[in-house]
């Protein structure tokens, strides 16, 4: 997170919820996201730069994965979904989602 509060997805994060291979992640993004696709890059607590994604990107990153038949990214979105769809029930019924709440999702098999 920056400091003005922005999400982002640092590229090894991104390597672990598809199947892209972590030796060309920055190439095969490029080349599924298009020439004008930009990556951002970050400092990190060890001051190290690192190459980032923004949160809002994934989903469609995810899906464009998924339709080329990556099984990793279409269960990723399947998880992310079922999330979602859990966090807006629990808020439109005053329930809080707490830690506990998550450990049950985790454990829930949606799909």
């Avoid at 672990?16 to 970050?42: A, E, T, W």
């Avoid at 190290?48 to 998924?66: G, T």
């Amino acid at each position: 997170m920056t400091e003005n509060q922005e999400l982002f997805v640092d590229l090894n994060q991104f390597v672990s919820i598809s199947s892209i291979n972590p030796y060309y992640v920055l190439r095969n993004l490029k080349l599924l996201m298009g020439k004008d696709f930009q990556f951002l890059q970050l400092e990190n607590e060890l001051t190290n730069k690192v190459d980032v994604v923004p949160i809002e990107k994934i989903p469609e990153i995810l899906l464009m994965l998924a339709t080329k038949g990556d099984n990793k990214a279409t269960f990723t979105l399947k998880m992310l979904l079922g999330l979602a769809v859990t966090k807006l029930e629990c808020d439109a019924f005053g329930v809080e989602f707490n830690a506990i709440n998550k450990t049950d999702f985790n454990k829930a098999d949606f799909f």
